[in-house]
């Protein structure tokens, strides 16, 4: 038959639809696996943490998307996936446990987007029906026009349109769908809820079972998206004993309602759209929000709803297609597993316990979400300067605070393999090894990541520091201060002595980072030249693997190859230099110097293979090395440069400084106020060690 002869809301076009591809019919599972894995484009491979994980794009796009949360990711694809393909998963949660603040809330909420912008693609629109004209069969007074109070698929009403499942095979065969389609819909297929059927059945008597006149009775409309209203997503977050109820889940029996029925047993007297269940029971994402938190009897309601994927109330059913993610605080769900009555529950969810982030180049993106994307200003409305050392000195400080106590690793090292970086000779091996200790552990807090200063806790600080005089008066974040505001932070926020003593220990280890920092800031600024110690890092790293060279002649100058412009470079090899250096690193005998000599030229070969643009700037200790030679010999003349800079009495050394501070605000992305007040922070002796 023309499909153009049924219009365009009939239960035919609707499956006619489907058929040709325009509409789909699938559980909530097979739709958020298809937008994950949709297409093999969207997903790579990442090395974490000593492990091969895949990685999904689709939750890192946007202006604000997902940072890290990697083996998060991957259990939760994994869950729906093993859901979609009719595992023991379609009967279960998925359950994220952490820490306040380390982005569980922001995941939810951001599938939940990512979800309603794919269902907002015309292929991908969820479909339900209704009933109209039921002024015509009575009972119902000024009601005419039911919804399906579950958002039930226009296909499910398809495969429940006759009380004979051979009766709606042959309704479908007759549309046009094959064998094969039809097994599969039916292993989506579930019976109709209580009051659909209760008033299906009523049209069916009206109608005398003439099926072409029901069919007048239905009409095909399309799910609403929309957040505000909770339906396709939707979230229940956890209230005190008092006000919670399971009617906020559920739905109750409606007054309204009764006022115009007149049969007493109808299902539709109770309002299910009440419930926070029934407006996401269409293929929709519901979100318990600290779920341990519920009184008992709530949380009895969502293992029933789990276990069945049903609504229950009074005898009566409605068959749910949700997907239930819940939260919830380590503090919470351990005072929950106290509870040994509890059991059930936790056997019917996926647990995953999220850790902050230990990657601080990854938590670099995150304090800019942080500090703001919008332009900042000073309370006088004056433009307020980022110092561009702000970023790493704060995503640092809270990253350290979050690395465990460990035997075999420092928390710096730690930090850096984390990061992927170098760690002297400690190889990413060993930071597995570490990981797969702690996570052995059965306290969740000891675990790798657990403990440690939050994402809120930084917004913190963040806000701290704009509101000190200082800032506001020099209409700059200065970096320097960002640890005086996370000392604030610690002592006001943080409870445990033990953790406070690690954490002011941790702030200790990020200013001498921040010291580094500094140190190359001030050489580049005194070369005049943005990456003056890039080039003589890495001129150092050409020379030890050129000193060996067979085409080296006797005017020590080599020829090679530069990986990252293709280009022939001549280099003169200085000795000098390269002792000068090593001696900085502690390297005295020869062994030791052809041990470190060897161990850069392997990462030299490890690295460029991966990133042709690899700097060697992670490798702090040589930069620091490299900077410290320099700043020696290239100042030796006019003695320290700490003291040109601090003795400004003579014109020559206000001279340099004028140029410094000229550098600095015109090629660093320094401001006046930041300059200055970082070239004071080198001339003390501050945070040296």
Same mark, same amino acid.
């Given at each position: 038959?023309?499909?153009?002869?049924?219009?365009?809301?009939?239960?035919?076009?609707?499956?006619?639809?489907v058929?040709?591809?325009?509409?789909?019919?699938?559980?909530?599972?097979?739709?958020?696996?298809?937008?994950?894995?949709?297409?093999?484009?969207?997903?790579?491979?990442?090395?974490?943490?000593?492990?091969?994980?895949?990685?999904?794009?689709?939750f890192?796009?946007?202006?604000?998307?997902?940072?890290?949360?990697?083996?998060?990711?991957?259990?939760?694809?994994?869950?729906?996936?093993?859901?979609?393909?009719?595992?023991s998963?379609?009967?279960?949660?998925f359950?994220?446990?952490?820490?306040?603040?380390?982005?569980?809330?922001?995941f939810?909420?951001?599938?939940?987007?990512?979800?309603?912008?794919?269902?907002?693609?015309?292929?991908?629109?969820?479909?339900?029906?209704?009933?109209?004209?039921?002024?015509?069969i009575?009972?119902y007074?000024?009601?005419?026009?039911?919804?399906?109070?579950?958002?039930? &698929?226009?296909?499910i009403?398809a495969m429940?349109?006759?009380?004979?499942?051979?009766?709606?095979?042959?309704?479908?065969?007759?549309?046009?769908?094959?064998?094969?389609?039809?097994?599969?819909?039916?292993?989506?297929?579930?019976?109709?809820?209580?009051?659909?059927?209760?008033?299906?059945?009523?049209i069916?008597e009206?109608?005398?079972d003439?099926?072409?006149?029901?069919?007048?009775?239905?009409?095909?409309?399309?799910?609403?998206i929309?957040?505000?209203?909770?339906?396709?997503?939707?979230?229940?977050?956890?209230?005190?004993k008092?006000?919670?109820?399971?009617?906020?889940?559920?739905?109750?029996e409606?007054?309204?309602?009764?006022?115009?029925?007149?049969?007493?047993?109808?299902?539709?007297?109770?309002?299910?759209?009440?419930?926070?269940?029934?407006?996401?029971?269409?293929g929709?994402?519901?979100?318990?929000?600290?779920?341990?938190?519920?009184k008992?009897?709530?949380?009895?309601?969502?293992?029933?709803?789990?276990?069945?994927?049903?609504?229950?109330?009074?005898g009566?059913?409605?068959?749910?297609?949700?997907?239930?993610?819940?939260?919830?605080?380590? $503090?919470?769900?351990?005072?929950?597993?106290?509870?040994k009555?509890?059991?059930?529950?936790?056997?019917?969810?996926?647990?995953?316990?999220?850790?902050?982030?230990?990657?601080?180049?990854?938590q670099?993106?995150?304090?800019t979400?942080?500090?703001?994307?919008?332009e900042?200003?000073?309370?006088?409305?004056?433009?307020?300067?980022?110092?561009?050392?702000?970023?790493?000195?704060?995503?640092v400080?809270?990253?350290?605070?979050r690395?465990?106590?460990? &035997?075999?690793?420092?928390?710096v090292?730690?930090?850096?393999?984390?990061?992927?970086?170098?760690?002297?000779?400690?190889?990413?091996?060993?930071?597995s090894?570490?990981?797969?200790?702690?996570?052995?552990?059965?306290?969740?807090?000891?675990?790798?990541?657990?403990?440690?200063?939050?994402?809120?806790?930084?917004?913190?600080?963040i806000?701290?520091?704009l509101?000190?005089?200082?800032?506001?008066?020099?209409?700059?974040?200065?970096?320097?201060?960002?640890?005086?505001?996370?000392?604030?932070?610690?002592?006001?926020y943080?409870?445990?002595?033990?953790?406070?003593?690690?954490y002011?220990n941790?702030?200790?280890?990020?200013?001498?980072?921040?010291?580094k920092?500094?140190?190359?800031?001030?050489f580049?600024?005194?070369?005049?030249?943005?990456?003056?110690?890039?080039?003589?890092?890495?001129?150092?790293?050409?020379?030890?693997?050129?000193?060996? $060279?067979?085409?080296?002649?006797?005017?020590?100058?080599?020829?090679?190859?530069?990986?990252q412009?293709?280009?022939?470079?001549?280099?003169?090899?200085?000795?000098?230099?390269?002792?000068?250096?090593?001696?900085?690193l502690?390297?005295?005998?020869y062994?030791?110097?052809?041990s470190?000599?060897?161990?850069?030229?392997k990462?030299?070969?490890?690295?460029?293979?991966? &990133?042709?643009?690899?700097?060697?700037?992670?490798?702090?200790?040589?930069?620091?090395?490299?900077?410290?030679?320099?700043?020696?010999s290239?100042?030796?003349g006019?003695?320290?440069l700490?003291?040109?800079?601090?003795?400004?009495?003579?014109?020559?050394?206000?001279?340099?400084?004028?140029?410094m501070?000229?550098?600095?605000?015109?090629?660093?992305?320094?401001?006046?106020?930041?300059?200055?007040?970082?070239?004071?922070?080198?001339?003390?002796?501050?945070?040296?060690?």
């Amino acid at each position: 038959m023309n499909n153009n002869s049924y219009s365009p809301k009939s239960l035919e076009n609707h499956v006619l639809q489907v058929l040709a591809g325009n509409r789909r019919f699938e559980n909530i599972f097979q739709a958020i696996t298809r937008m994950i894995l949709g297409s093999s484009s969207q997903i790579e491979k990442v090395f974490v943490n000593g492990r091969n994980l895949y990685d999904y794009k689709i939750f890192r796009q946007g202006d604000k998307h997902i940072i890290g949360m990697f083996e998060e990711i991957n259990s939760f694809v994994s869950f729906v996936k093993d859901a979609a393909e009719g595992g023991s998963s379609r009967e279960m949660a998925f359950v994220l446990i952490g820490e306040p603040g380390n982005g569980k809330t922001f995941f939810v909420d951001h599938l939940g987007k990512l979800y309603r912008d794919f269902l907002s693609i015309s292929e991908n629109r969820r479909y339900t029906f209704r009933f109209r004209d039921l002024q015509k069969i009575g009972g119902y007074g000024r009601i005419n026009i039911i919804e399906s109070q579950t958002y039930e &698929d226009p296909m499910i009403l398809a495969m429940n349109l006759f009380e004979d499942k051979q009766q709606n095979i042959n309704f479908l065969r007759n549309l046009g769908v094959s064998d094969k389609q039809i097994e599969t819909f039916y292993k989506n297929f579930r019976p109709l809820g209580a009051c659909t059927f209760y008033i299906w059945n009523q049209i069916r008597e009206f109608c005398n079972d003439d099926i072409e006149e029901m069919k007048k009775f239905i009409e095909v409309v399309a799910v609403p998206i929309s957040e505000s209203r909770g339906t396709i997503t939707g979230k229940y977050a956890a209230k005190d004993k008092i006000t919670s109820s399971a009617v906020d889940l559920l739905g109750d029996e409606s007054i309204t309602r009764l006022l115009h029925i007149m049969d007493t047993d109808n299902p539709y007297r109770f309002d299910l759209r009440r419930g926070a269940l029934a407006r996401v029971a269409g293929g929709g994402i519901h979100f318990a929000d600290e779920i341990f938190k519920n009184k008992r009897d709530l949380v009895q309601v969502y293992l029933g709803v789990i276990q069945n994927r049903t609504i229950e109330m009074e005898g009566f059913k409605w068959p749910l297609d949700t997907l239930i993610v819940a939260t919830s605080n380590n $503090a919470e769900f351990s005072r929950f597993l106290e509870e040994k009555e509890q059991a059930p529950i936790i056997d019917r969810c996926r647990l995953s316990y999220m850790s902050h982030n230990t990657n601080y180049k990854l938590q670099q993106k995150l304090t800019t979400f942080a500090i703001g994307s919008w332009e900042k200003t000073t309370f006088s409305n004056e433009k307020l300067h980022i110092d561009p050392n702000l970023n790493y000195s704060l995503s640092v400080a809270v990253v350290l605070s979050r690395m465990p106590k460990s &035997d075999k690793l420092s928390p710096v090292e730690m930090m850096k393999l984390a990061a992927g970086e170098v760690a002297g000779e400690k190889s990413i091996k060993t930071l597995s090894e570490v990981i797969n200790e702690l996570n052995n552990d059965p306290d969740i807090t000891k675990r790798f990541g657990q403990k440690g200063l939050g994402h809120r806790n930084l917004g913190r600080a963040i806000q701290i520091l704009l509101e000190r005089s200082e800032t506001q008066e020099g209409r700059c974040m200065y970096a320097g201060d960002i640890f005086l505001a996370l000392e604030t932070v610690i002592l006001d926020y943080v409870q445990e002595p033990n953790e406070r003593t690690k954490y002011f220990n941790d702030l200790k280890t990020a200013r001498t980072l921040h010291r580094k920092n500094v140190m190359t800031a001030i050489f580049n600024a005194y070369m005049d030249e943005p990456a003056a110690i890039e080039k003589d890092v890495l001129n150092y790293v050409n020379m030890i693997i050129g000193i060996d $060279a067979k085409n080296l002649g006797p005017d020590r100058i080599w020829t090679y190859k530069d990986p990252q412009t293709g280009k022939l470079i001549a280099l003169k090899i200085d000795e000098t230099f390269i002792n000068s250096v090593e001696e900085r690193l502690g390297l005295k005998s020869y062994e030791q110097k052809q041990s470190y000599r060897t161990t850069i030229a392997k990462i030299y070969g490890q690295k460029m293979i991966q &990133d042709s643009n690899y700097n060697f700037m992670d490798n702090n200790d040589l930069v620091k090395a490299v900077t410290d030679v320099r700043l020696k010999s290239d100042v030796a003349g006019a003695g320290s440069l700490v003291g040109a800079l601090s003795n400004r009495t003579n014109e020559e050394n206000q001279k340099l400084y004028n140029r410094m501070i000229d550098t600095m605000v015109n090629k660093l992305g320094y401001c006046k106020t930041c300059a200055q007040k970082t070239i004071e922070y080198f001339c003390t002796h501050d945070d040296v060690n």
